[in-house]
């Protein structure tokens, strides 16, 4: 009988984490691969680019996930429904990136009646706080009459967006932020936006499942080569309708 495999421990001491090969990621639970390590901007970035992301709640230690299949969402492909554009045309919602980093992350953090958000530690928010702060993490708010009602936050490495969380306070206003985002990213050469899991939610928006093989091998290019997104990213995004 073989022995379980268990899930690498890494070094919370180190600067900066290396993280084994998404290979040996367990299949249950699926794409559990390390556990400890920290958060700094170094071994975050070493993660994403592996392929891996953390993801746990209080009173856990830090754990960290590749699975198979892996979510994903071509932004060429992006699945904008009738309503949506309805909803686009009637120009109801301002949408920003980079306008409030803070207040987005903690509204995704905010616990829902299902559960949802709680996995965002107060030592992950303040971890991608500085990420944004040295202009990896970024953010897209949905406005409405001057209060924010929508949004979503991840990373930005090379050609490739690794989205995190999104909220919404009122209906379609994440889906307004991530529709005119994606249409962002496309003019920016952005080629795979990256949702980890995969839900209802973001397959009605385009969301596929591939191979974990096939997203190492994308981000392996995609990671490397520049975008055409300026160094700062706050700006006021189009409310036009996506095609």
Request: hydrophobic share 40%; with cysteine; net charge negative.
């Amino acid at each position: 009988m073989s022995t379980p495999r268990e899930p690498a421990y890494l070094d919370p001491y180190q600067s900066a984490c290396h993280f084994p090969d998404v290979s040996l990621a367990l299949e249950e639970p699926d794409g559990l691969l390390a556990v400890g390590g920290n958060l700094t901007p170094a071994t975050l970035l070493n993660a994403y680019r592996s392929g891996i992301f953390p993801w746990y709640s209080d009173g856990q230690p830090i754990l960290w996930w590749s699975p198979n299949p892996r979510a994903v969402i071509y932004p060429e492909r992006l699945k904008v429904s009738r309503s949506l554009k309805k909803r686009l045309r009637q120009g109801q919602f301002e949408v920003t990136l980079d306008h409030a980093f803070e207040e987005v992350i903690s509204a995704c953090a905010t616990a829902r009646d299902d559960g949802a958000g709680t996995w965002i530690t107060s030592e992950m928010r303040a971890a991608y706080i500085t990420m944004h702060r040295l202009g990896h993490a970024h953010s897209v708010e949905t406005w409405r009459d001057g209060a924010l009602v929508g949004g979503l936050y991840g990373i930005a490495i090379g050609q490739l967006f690794f989205g995190e969380s999104m909220f919404s306070h009122t209906s379609d206003a994440s889906k307004v932020a991530f529709a005119l985002f994606v249409e962002q990213l496309k003019r920016w050469q952005f080629s795979l936006i990256d949702c980890q899991i995969g839900s209802p939610h973001m397959t009605s928006l385009g969301a596929e499942e591939i191979a974990r093989s096939a997203f190492i091998n994308h981000i392996d290019a995609a990671c490397r080569t520049p975008s055409l997104a300026p160094k700062q990213w706050r700006c006021t995004l189009s409310a036009q309708t996506p095609a």
